[in-house]
C-alpha cells in the first residue's frame, strides 16, 4: 500500500484517470492541479492550484506522458486554465522526491537537473515501452485499415526497426495473414526475425526492398525513409511513421510524389488510454513502493 505517500498529477489525459484510481486504491494522498473539471471523485484525492507550497511535501509529481512543452506548459483536457511548470515548483520538492512522466523535453530535464530532483522518464522502461507496444500496434493497425482498401491480410507489409514496438508491431501483422517484411541492422535481429516467420533484410538495402510494398510501418527514429527510397515505393503504397516527432520520413518528399504518409504519434493514448493508463498506473505504483521501500530501510 502507499499509505503515508503525498502525490501530486499535474495534467494529462484520461490516461491519468487510471493513475488516480490506482493511487487511491494503494490508500495514497493524491493532489491533482489542473483537473477543476474532472467530475470523478475518488477518495483521498484533493484539487489544488499551482502553488509552490503544494509540492513542498511531496514524494512524487506525476506530469502527462508528454511531460511539458519546450516552456513548461503542461497540457491538462481536465482543465480550461493553462498551466506552467517552473523552476520554483521543481526547487519547492523535498530532495527525496521523484518526478515522473513518459518522455521529457529538454525543458523538463534542465528543471530537474538544476533541482537535483530525480526525473523518470516511464517510457525509456524497457517493460513499460513492451506493454506499451501492444496498443501502439492495434493503433498502428487502425490507421493502416482506415488508409487502405485491401486487407492486411495477404498484403506486403515492412516494418523498419526490429525493437520492442516493431517485434510486436510484425507479429500482430504476420498473425492476420500480412507478408511482413523487416528491415534491421544487427545480426542477431535478422537472425531472430527470421526465426519468427518474417523476412528479415538489412536496412540500408531498404530502397532495393520498397519496389513492390503496400504499408510500410516505420518506427525508426530517425531519418530512414528519405527520398531516395520514396523515389522507389510504387504510388500505391503507405507510409505511417511511428517513430517519436518528426519521425524518419521525408513528408515532403512523400507528399511530392503523391505517397500517402502519416505520421502517427501517441497511439496508445488514443485507441486505448484505459489500457495505457492502466500500464502507467501499475508502473508507477511499483516504483514508488520500491522507492519508499529503499527510503524506509535507510532510515
Ligand atoms: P526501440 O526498442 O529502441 O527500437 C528502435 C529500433 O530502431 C531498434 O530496432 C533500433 O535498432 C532501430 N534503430 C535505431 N536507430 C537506427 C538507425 N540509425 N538505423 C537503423 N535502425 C535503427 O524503440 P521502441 O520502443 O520500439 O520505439 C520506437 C519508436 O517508436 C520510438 O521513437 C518511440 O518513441 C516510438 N513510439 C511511438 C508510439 C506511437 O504511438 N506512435 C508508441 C510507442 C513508441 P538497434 O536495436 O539495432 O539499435
Redesign the pocket.
Known sequence: MLTGIQVALVGGDARQIEVIRKFSEMDATVTLIGFDNLQSSFSGVTKEEMDPKVFMNLDALVLPPVGTDDAGGVETIFSSQSIRLTEEHISSLPKHAKVYTG?AKPYLIQLCSNAQIELVEL?DLDDV?IY??IP?AE?ALMMAIQNTDITIHGSECMVL??????KTLARVLKGLGAHVRVG???KE?FARAWEMGFDPFY?DQLALEVSNIDLIFN????M?VTAQVIAQIPPRAIIID???KPGGTDFRFAEKRGIKSIL?????GIVAPKTAGRIIANTLCQLILEDTGKRRNAE
Open positions: 518522455m517510457f515501452a506499451n507496444s501502439t493503433g526497426g526490429m525493437g520492442r514496438t516493431g534491421v541492422r544487427r535481429h536496412i518506427t525508426i527514429p530517425t530512414i511511428l517513430a517519436s502517427a504519434p501517441g497511439l496508445p
